[in-house]
C-alpha cells in the first residue's frame, strides 16, 4: 500500500513532506533540477512504507493513503507512478 499526492498539491509544492520521508520516496526536492519546472510533489509508491508521517505535514491537505483517496481525484495513483517510471 502507498500514500499518494493528488491536486491539492498541483502549483503548492511544500516539501515540509520532504523533511519528514523516512525512505525518500517524494521528489522532486528542492535540490532536484526539476523541482523549478514540476507542477506538484510525487509519492514513489514503489518505496512508500505507509507510515503516514508527510500526510500531517502537508499545509494544502494532499497525501492520502490509497484507501482514503477521494474518488475525484482516484487518476493520481497514476500521476504518482507515472512520474517514477521514467526515472527507474
Known sequence: MSHYIAEPCIGTKDTACVAVCPVDCIH????????????????DPDTCIDCGLCVDECPVKAI???????EEWQRFIEINAAYYKDKK
Not at 492520502?64 to 483517496?69: G, I, N, S, V
Open 28 to 43: 522532486p526536492t528542492k535540490e532536484e533540477p526539476e523541482f523549478a519546472t514540476a507542477e506538484m510533489l510525487y509519492i
Open 64 to 70: 492520502f493513503p490509497e484507501e482514503d483517496l477521494p
